[in-house]
């Protein structure tokens, strides 16, 4: 059961963004597992709402239809349905064209996990008072630096850091960076989260709302500071706490 001393799932428009473009998702499934996802919505107000809503949606129908002896399976099957899903509407109304969606999603099942994410919404494992990225950025800026083509300085002032290369929607096939069943210990935390709440409170200050709370005042307290700190982009924040 989704409890707030278990998992919580926030978002907020920030305080700049005239409407809220992401979504988020904390949904228990048949037989105790939890679905936990975060997107992130591209193409102007129309488009980025619409596909990050049929991202979360998408994920939340397919993925308890799918075979459970494959959890990294069923993630990409949910990632692609999701993607034809997003293009074709695009395809069908004008002022939708080019929207697409981060997603970043998370399958848990007791103490394991299974991962799966398209584009620059991030997963992290907090253990031990020890922030962890466990998923990979796809922004053209991300490639470049592990292609050492960029160093981090002049990624940072680029005018592309930000595009997005993968995503729900970006192109006519998708393939989600997937990874686990990673196994979580007891206390250990998983956040997903949007670049609203990463770009501006840095891992330090993450870090340190992690070590103590509920998951729910948890993301309370980390979307509070990306709006102190200026609430420029939608925040997105979910929480889930492993159990004994």
């Known amino acids: 059961m989704v409890t707030p001393e ?39 107000i129309a488009g980025g709402e619409s596909a990050s809503t049929g991202a979360i949606e998408t994920l939340a129908t397919e993925l308890p239809k799918a ?7 069923a993630l990409k099957h949910a990632f692609s349905v999701a993607n034809e899903r997003v293009r074709a ?13 981060t997603l970043a999603a998370a399958l848990v099942r007791g103490n ?31 490639e470049q630096i592990r292609a050492g083509r960029l160093t981090n300085e002049e990624a940072k002032s680029s005018p592309f850091r930000n595009v997005i290369t993968r995503g729900i929607g970006v192109a006519e096939t998708i393939e989600p960076d997937t990874s686990g069943p990673a196994t979580l210990k007891k206390d250990d935390l998983l956040l997903l989260c949007s670049d609203g709440l990463y ?22 307290r980390l979307i509070a500071l990306a709006n102190e700190a200026g609430g420029s982009d939608n925040i997105s924040v979910v929480i889930f706490r492993t159990g004994s």
């Open 89 to 101: 509407q695009a395809a069908e109304r004008p002022e939708l064209e080019g929207m697409a969606s």
């Open 112 to 142: 394991k996990a299974w991962l799966a994410n398209a584009g620059d919404s991030r997963i992290y494992l907090f253990h031990k008072g020890q922030l962890r990225q466990i998923s990979l950025d796809h922004t053209w800026a991300s």
């Open 67 to 73: 075979p459970s002896d494959d959890p990294t399976k």
């Open 6 to 44: 278990s998992a919580a799932a926030l978002t907020d428009r920030g305080l700049k963004r005239p409407t809220n473009e992401d979504r988020v998702l904390a949904q228990e499934l048949a037989g105790g597992s939890l679905l936990l996802a975060v997107a992130d919505g591209v193409g102007g």
């Open 199 to 220: 770009r501006f409170v840095s891992d330090t200050e993450i870090a340190r709302v992690l070590e103590s709370g509920t998951p729910h005042s948890m993301a309370e």
